[in-house]
């Protein structure tokens, strides 16, 4: 997995509040497929780099590469526009409207001449494509034409996330996850997760924010820690365990 | 739990029992679909039966075509300031300033014509009173203050406005716009057409176009949207402006009915709209409503009114009539969403989150 270029790196990444170092030279990168688990204590810079990744914070120093291509990020529309997408904790959803129009919302579809003048939406196709898209990601929920309200919170969360996922598709992507199952019971985390690891088969780029360490155990192919605004453990899951992860993330074990 | 397979026809709904906001019920069980029907189509429903039992009461004088038509024209100016409330309402944006935009408008159109300028500059005129006080609305109100707070402010200021052009006094005499005013086309009374017209493109652009839908989904969610790469500030804006427009249009029809143009706003009017659009379900935090149910709404307050005169109720009934009805709309549509809700986390696999003050 590490011969292709990756799908999102950053180099020596540093980020200043005043005096305060959030990231202090921070390198990270993701391949095309891969889920890497970003793991850290509360104030560690994790929230800090997954913003420095979605565009929403802008770096002091470092550089970001998106497929090989240096960038500069200065709001999440870019990021967005180079297939980096962002799926928030609190979902993003509008709830009265069915999980068609939430999927579609921003690139609807629409009817042909001379409808479209007036911007007629195409209500048909707009179902249709969501159906198709779902099931290329493997989603079954609902309807087409439920509405959000109606759904449960891991179907809300399945429907968030598979809307991040057919907008960076086409790009390869990148997805970044904050706390994907923070609400969820035991059943709705396990169709997260089923989720998750098939857009990684579809060779989405995956980077997964969680304090829940048996979920970045269950789906990570990669483990990165962060200490206090440094990266101090960068390891395949197969070469480590929890009780050295652990330790990483309070600072009882040294950094590597 | 959600795993239960969905096959792909059902997945897209065609020919499936939908509810008109579409909502696929058809594997539901049959009590959900009853209730959630009720909570959809009550106010038609509750329509009908006020139609049989006024039928019934003022027999013969009610069910006739030519009662019927005067509900009509007397809904129609109700119906015109609800339609702009109701459509301010769904995409988020809750406008009080409709009476003083209403009150300018007309005056503005009225001192025009006074003035000798052609009939069609004054309308227009008048309908741009409704745009600018739109754009004034929502350009504070995205400042990051309280809509009803701003609105409440433009009330006074178009108010005083419409005095300051009047000269404080009614402007009488504007015959010239008659032909939108008492007129009659095909025996049916010319605010019916300007109202159905209303309506219809109102419905369509609401549900139908790209533009309405992203409307109505800033009202649910302004941040998801903006998420999106949506312009939703843009889209927050144009909501004003509709109800703007609805305001001016409702100020020149009222001008055009009585042929003079009060500076006077009238509150009643405001309040009339938000009864009509209470009483249609319209969520006041946004999102969520339907367009046809608040003309329906509109017209159940026409009715009200008509059913009880004929009958030789005192008129002040009809007032507390219409306040009664609207609060128990309100008190019967949360204990509604309140059952389905817990019917379907009872069904599994599903749960509507209620959310407070969107009932």
């Keep these: 997995m590490s011969q292709t270029t990756p799908a999102l790196k950053l180099s020596n990444i540093e980020l200043h509040y005043g005096y305060v170092r959030a990231l202090d030279g921070v390198d990270f990168h993701v391949q095309p497929g891969e889920i890497v688990g970003l793991l850290g204590d509360n104030g560690a810079g994790k929230s800090t780099l997954l913003k420095v990744m979605s565009g929403a914070h802008r770096p002091t120093h470092g550089t970001i590469e998106v497929n090989g291509q240096a960038t500069a990020f200065h709001t999440p529309k870019d990021a967005a526009a180079v297939g980096i997408q962002m799926v928030y904790q609190d979902l993003a959803l509008v709830e009265a409207q069915d999980i068609a129009t939430n999927l579609q919302l921003g690139r609807e579809p629409l009817r042909g001449f001379p409808f479209n003048i007036i911007g007629f939406v195409d209500h048909k196709a707009m179902q249709r494509t969501s159906a198709e898209q779902l099931s290329r990601l493997g989603v079954r929920t609902a309807p087409m034409n439920r509405p959000v309200e109606m759904l449960s919170g891991g179907q809300r969360q399945v429907v968030a996330i598979s809307r991040a996922a057919v907008r960076v598709m086409e790009s390869g992507g990148v997805i970044l996850l904050d706390e994907p199952t923070a609400a969820l019971g035991y059943e709705q985390t396990q169709l997260v997760e089923e989720l998750i690891v098939k857009m990684a088969q579809q060779g989405i780029a995956i980077v997964l924010v969680t304090h829940n360490l048996p979920l970045c155990y269950n789906l990570a192919h990669r483990i990165v820690v962060l200490n206090r605004g440094r990266k101090v453990a960068d390891i395949a899951k197969t070469e480590t365990d929890m009780d050295s992860v652990v330790g990483w993330i309070t600072g009882a074990k040294k950094a590597m | 739990m959600s795993h239960s397979p969905v ?353």
């Design chain 2, 7 to 359: 096959d792909r026809q059902d997945a897209v709904g065609g020919g499936k029992r939908t509810t008109d906001r579409g909502i696929e019920t058809s594997h539901l069980p049959f009590n959900i679909r009853a209730l959630v029907f009720v909570r959809e189509r009550g106010i038609i429903v509750l329509w009908l039966l006020l139609l049989l039992f006024f039928a019934i009461w003022d027999h013969p004088y009610f069910a006739s075509v030519a009662n019927g038509l005067l509900i009509l024209q007397a809904a129609a100016l109700t119906a015109v300031y609800a339609a702009g409330v109701g459509i301010g309402a769904i995409s988020g944006a809750l406008d009080l300033s409709v009476p003083g935009v209403a009150a300018l408008a007309g005056v503005v159109t009225g001192k025009l014509i006074t003035l000798g300028q052609p009939v069609w500059l004054a309308l227009l005129a008048g309908l741009l009173i409704g745009v600018v006080a739109g754009l004034v609305n929502g350009f504070i109100t995205l400042r990051g203050l309280n809509p009803l707070v701003v609105t409440i402010g433009t009330l006074s200021v178009m108010s005083g406005l419409a005095a300051v052009v009047s000269g404080g006094y009614t402007i009488p005499g504007l015959d010239e716009l008659t032909f939108m005013g008492t007129a009659r086309y095909f025996g049916i009374p010319v605010h019916v057409y300007l109202v159905a017209l209303l309506y219809v493109v109102g419905t369509v652009f609401l549900t139908k176009t790209r533009d309405g839908i992203r409307l109505v989904a800033v009202g649910g969610n302004p941040e998801a949207v903006r998420r999106l790469g949506i312009n939703s500030p843009r889209y927050q804006l144009l909501g004003f402006v509709i109800t703007g427009c609805c305001s001016a249009l409702a100020g020149l029809m009222t001008a055009a009915l009585v042929t003079e143009a009060s500076p006077q706003a009238s509150p009643a009017s405001i309040f009339q709209a938000l009864t009509a659009v209470a009483l249609a379900g319209v969520s006041l935090g946004g999102g969520r409503g339907s367009l046809p149910k608040v003309l329906v709404g509109a017209i159940i307050l026409a009715t009200i009114g008509d059913g009880l005169t004929i009958a030789g109720v005192q008129p002040y009934w009809a007032t507390v009539t219409t306040g009664v009805l609207m609060i128990t709309a309100l008190v019967i549509d949360r204990l509604l969403t309140q059952i389905i809700s817990d019917r379907l986390v009872e069904v599994g696999s599903m749960s509507t989150h209620v959310k407070d003050g969107k009932g």
